[in-house]
């Protein structure tokens, strides 16, 4: 939401979704993040986890396209 890409920079949210090892432990560590950098808004995240992963990078692009 909002309140999480406002609050931390593409690149540290990235590097915390790649780095993590489970989905609910980006969760908390973006919701930490955010909150540390000011949390002026509400903060929502919901991360997936894809075994398959050949569409990626297809995925991450499309998704882009909604950002600011």
């Given amino acids: 939401s909002d309140g999480l890409y406002t609050m931390v920079p593409d690149d540290d949210i990235m590097a915390v ?10 969760c908390r560590t973006l919701i930490r993040m ?19 992963t050949k569409w990626y990078t297809p995925l991450l692009n499309f998704i882009k396209r909604f950002r600011r």
């Fill in 17 to 26: 979704v790649t780095s993590s090892q489970k989905p609910l432990e980006a």
């Fill in 34 to 52: 955010a909150n540390e950098n000011g949390g002026k808004d509400n903060i929502t995240v919901v991360t997936a986890q894809f075994v398959n």
